[in-house]
């Protein structure tokens, strides 16, 4: 068992339960939005711009207009009326829908063509005549800075704003903590080491591209719109106050959808267009990305260069680490965009104690928008302290473990524990998971092990990297630091929500406000409710992603749903279970504080052979004549979770790699992962969700590269051009974990979506960089591709280093 | 143009535009919408079919190619209702999150343990490097396959990783 759960009834809490998604997706049955066919539906393809940055000088649809079966061409006129794209976080230039006189990125829609069939669609897409006049565009991150030239002529700098901390917001402390940082650096026992690394761009790719059906109904005045999105009840708000129109006029419903990582966390303005094209044509509406789309046209994730430095004294005590760095935030800002390098700041110090002085700028370029991918602004932050960590261990030439574990906060310092930016942190106990996962790799025999290879003339490395993530978010109050998400009529997207019903047959319904992309709420929901009431999971129903019906949660990202929205599914159970207890009370000719809930129905206490079931209990619940004076007939319940903070996990990884000298070919021969993600609720589902951020993270680090051309082109338009990682570019995972709860909610869970990713780049890297130390090299920039490890080595070779 | 082929054991006749491709075909003609389109490159695998007893990517192969052939898509797999091993090997070890490249994935598994019923995990790792699963890291999937493959061994398959306690 996980261990630390309350009220317990079964021991479903902590266990393996089987997925009860699986059944359909397993045959074929399952719904994603791009399998829907309604009747009379139309078709959607984009004109996109082939420049970076470009004045548009002519529109010419007419060719396209007369072929046969196109319905009609939209161009920025047509839509002007409707502003520009509905956003949260509305710093910096916002995207138009359509562009008008100017394109500033490859891939900007120009024109949207409506057409019977998809084919047609595009092939009328291709007919539309455009007529650019290209610019020079700005791509490269400091140029961009530096203002030389402006991305938006209309705006007085590339640069929205710069994240600074810490304590974040206070400029006299700001100025105080760089003073102890420069007095560390002039002390003649200390020495400072300082990476500047690229943390690349990144395409976030589920499998499933975007797709969104929108359909008009005239008569009822209505939006019914399916959308393979995370975040249905924003998507619904972005449409009606893009239409003026209620949140009653406006269903969203997101069936199956085929992952996210965040980039479906974003209203799109192809959302948005699907929308005007079925007003104006009185026909559903169908668009479904090519995966060429998705690379050019979904947000992007990281994209940041920066310099890390630490400062210490040669026993590994650090005095000191800054990181300096600018963030790129593409053309236009979307739903977070230039919020993500501010969850970076919140753990920008990790889980150390050491001063911190912290910056990012937020930039413009001639790209697409950089937004939420997998970690967002963590795996960045985490990336750059742990390569600054471990270039600091190498140089003073001690253990990389014991340099972490000499400025770990302790302990002993929890509760009260805070960030360098003066933000509480829960729980944490990072020198115990450390020890655990060195005890549990066999830290010492794979030290050996390296350096034995390594005398034989084969470059060996061995990495380790940890982390403190945030997550779980969080308070509603999250809305005064201007996270109101007003711009979708929810006053704040940090509360979460359930509600639980309890049939006539004993059966229940539960319905959530939140949705998954493949985290498998289904199941871990049947068993927070069959925990609370003791109804077999296998008679739980779990809905969600529909506006209609579900009460309003904001979605699955920033690793919440389990801690946020599971936790107001545990308390909607709870006031159930107590007016069953009532009900049950009423039917035993008992005191319902006598109540005891087990196998399926409930009894007195003591007298185990006289049980009610939960169809007895819920059958009274539905005769209202029969209650008892004054009880209120149904049996359900909804209840609201606003946590007091988010949530810190946090972990240990360790990585061994193999790297050949010839070819620069690296192998992760084995990764070994130690997580403390709080309690746990079902194993299975936990550690496959450690998989996939496992895969994402050594994606980013070995293969993955989403990075420009210097023109502003970008030739990643396949995964020939952008490789995932297959299955054989991986190993079998090790992973393992400790357990620390929470207590900001009730749970004691943290959120496992994202450590994954955001613990294992910097490990991998720092792996690669601990095979290649023997021959002087100190740094290589992600992705580690052959040919980059390649022609690392050659300089180490050319150099002189060593041999 | 006309094409006629056998989709899970069914006869179905249809007219097609000649660059109709087949995974639209089955998808949008058929209704078999468990077959997906991940990536328009034959890259992603999602679009897997059993043609002929061979897999081929639905997505990469013309509607009218495949006149006359016998196609099983995901749909098709289950016999008689009952769950094929690889199928059940899926559920059994978490070897899907999202499901998108599900159908793909199990369509591949079975036409490699029809060519190797005892694979090694590099082997597994190597059949399936067509196919792209970006939730699961693989992992699972490979357990998964080795579970399949042990049950059509009529062997039991190995035991889950799973921790102590588990439900």
């Known amino acids: 068992m996980g261990g630390g759960f309350g009220v317990s009834t079964t021991s479903v809490l902590g266990g393996v339960v089987k997925r009860r998604e699986d059944p359909a997706l397993i045959r074929g049955t399952g719904l994603y939005v791009d399998d829907l066919q309604l009747p009379g539906m139309l078709h959607v393809a984009f004109v996109r711009s082939p420049y970076a940055h470009a004045r548009v000088v002519s529109v010419d649809a007419s060719d396209a207009e007369a072929m046969d079966g196109v ?77 030389a030239a402006l991305v938006h002529e209309d705006m007085e700098s590339n640069v929205l704003l710069a994240w600074e901390g810490g304590p974040w ?291 060996v490395g061995l990495g380790l990297a940890t982390y403190v993530e945030v997550c779980g978010f969080g308070p509603s109050a999250l809305v005064d630091l201007g996270f109101s998400w007003a711009a979708y009529k929810i006053p704040s997207g940090f509360s979460g929500s359930g509600l639980v019903r309890v049939q006539a047959d004993g059966t229940a319904s539960v319905i959530i406000g939140t949705g998954p992309t493949g985290q498998g709420h289904q199941t871990t929901w049947a068993q927070i409710v069959s925990n609370q009431l003791g109804i077999p999971v296998e008679n739980i129903r779990v809905s969600h992603g529909d506006t209609a019906e579900s009460p309003l949660g904001i979605g699955t990202f920033g690793s919440r749903s389990a801690a946020v929205d599971g936790s107001a599914t545990y308390e909607a159970a709870n006031k159930v279970r107590a007016k069953a207890a009532d009900l049950a009370a009423h039917l035993l000719e008992a005191s319902a504080d006598d109540i005891v809930f087990a196998d399926g129905g409930a009894h007195v206490a003591g007298s185990p052979d006289q049980q009610v079931s939960w169809s007895d209990i819920a059958t009274l619940a539905y005769q209202p004549h029969r209650l008892p004076e004054g009880m209120e007939g149904g049996l359900e319940a909804h209840a609201v979770f606003s946590p007091g903070n988010a949530t810190w996990p946090f972990g240990s990884h360790l990585a061994l790699v193999e790297v050949d000298g010839d070819t620069g070919d690296v192998k992760l021969l084995r990764y070994i992962a130690m997580d403390d993600c709080g309690n746990v609720i079902n194993p299975m589902i936990v550690d496959g969700q450690i998989h996939g951020g496992l895969a994402q993270g050594i994606g980013q680090a070995m293969f993955e590269d989403g990075d420009y051309e210097a023109d502003g082109n970008l030739l990643k338009w396949s995964f020939v051009e952008y490789p995932l990682p297959t299955s054989a570019d991986l190993p079998s995972f090790e992973l393992h974990r400790t357990v620390t709860p929470t207590d900001i909610n009730p749970l004691g869970v943290k959120g496992i979506g994202e450590a994954g990713t955001i613990g294992s780049a910097q490990t991998v890297v720092n792996a690669v960089v601990d095979a290649l130390s023997p021959l002087g090299v100190t740094h290589v920039d992600m992705p580690l591709r052959p040919k980059r490890v390649w022609a690392a080595i050659q300089a180490a070779k050319t150099n002189g280093s060593v041999s | 143009m006309h094409v006629s082929l056998t ?161």
């Open chain 2, 7 to 167: 989709v899970n054991g069914q006869r179905a006749v249809t007219d097609v535009e000649p660059r109709t491709l087949l995974v639209h075909l089955l998808r949008e003609e058929l209704g078999l919408t468990g077959t997906h389109v991940g990536c328009d490159t034959s890259y992603c695998g999602a679009c897997t079919v059993i043609l002929d007893g061979k897999t081929v990517k639905s997505c990469t192969m013309l509607a009218v190619q495949a006149q006359g052939a016998e196609v099983t898509t995901i749909e098709g797999l289950a016999a008689n209702g009952d769950l094929h091993p690889v199928q059940e090997g899926f559920w059994e070890r978490h070897g899907l999150q999202c499901g998108f490249c599900t159908p793909g994935m199990i369509m591949s598994a079975v036409g490699l343990l029809s060519e190797n019923g005892s694979p090694s995990e590099g082997e597994i790792r190597h059949g399936l490097e067509g196919n792209l699963c970006r939730c699961t890291g693989y992992h699972n999937i490979v357990r998964a396959v080795e579970y399949a493959a042990a049950k059509m061994r009529g062997e039991e398959p190995p035991a889950p990783e799973w921790e102590e306690g588990s439900a």
């Open chain 1, 169 to 459: 917001g206070d400029e006299e402390a700001i100025a105080a903590t760089q003073q102890t940082i420069a007095d560390a650096k002039g002390r003649d026992d200390t020495v400072s080491v300082s990476i500047e690394a690229v943390n690349q761009r990144l395409l976030p790719m589920p499998m499933e591209p975007r797709s969104v059906v929108a359909d008009w109904n005239v008569g009822y005045g209505r939006f019914t719109v399916h959308s393979s999105t995370q975040i249905a009840h924003a998507l619904a708000g972005g449409i009606a106050q893009t239409f003026g129109l209620s949140l009653t006029d406006v269903r969203c419903i997101a069936p199956e959808v085929g992952g996210g990582f965040g980039c479906k966390l974003n209203v799109y303005n192809d959302e948005i267009l699907v929308c005007f094209a079925s007003q104006q044509l009185g026909r559903p509406v169908k668009f479904t990305e090519t995966r060429r789309d998705a690379a050019g046209s979904t947000i992007h994730g990281r994209g940041w260069v920066a310099t890390a430095t630490i400062t210490g004294t040669a026993d590994g005590q650090i005095l000191g680490y800054e990181l300096d760095g600018i963030a790129d935030m593409g053309a236009y800002s979307q739903n977070f965009t230039v919020a993500i390098p501010f969850l970076g700041l919140f753990v920008g110090a990790g889980q150390y104690t050491f001063p911190t002085h912290w910056k990012v700028a937020c930039v413009h370029t001639h790209t697409m928008t950089t937004d939420a991918y997998r970690g967002a602004g963590r795996p960045e932050a985490a990336y750059y302290l742990e390569r600054a960590i471990d270039a600091f261990a190498r140089e003073i030439g001690v253990d990389p473990a014991e340099v972490r574990r000499k400025n770990f906060i302790p302990a002993d310092s929890f509760p009260g524990a805070a960030t360098h930016i003066g933000f509480p942190m829960d729980t944490g106990d990072y020198e115990t998971n450390l020890d655990a996962l060195l005890e549990t790799a066999g830290y010492e025999d794979l030290k050996a092990e390296r350096d034995r290879l390594r005398a034989e003339g084969r470059l």
């Open chain 1, 71 to 147: 319905r009609a061409v939209y161009t920025a006129a047509d839509v002007a009326h409707l502003g520009d794209l509905v956003t949260q976080v509305a710093v910096g230039k916002l995207r138009p829908l359509l562009a008008g006189d100017k394109v500033n990125h490859l891939g900007e829609a120009v024109a949207m063509v409506v057409a019977d069939s998809r084919y047609g669609a595009r092939d009328a897409a291709d007919a539309v005549d455009v007529e650019y006049d290209p610019l020079d565009p700005v791509i490269d991150l400091k140029e961009a800075a530096s203002d």
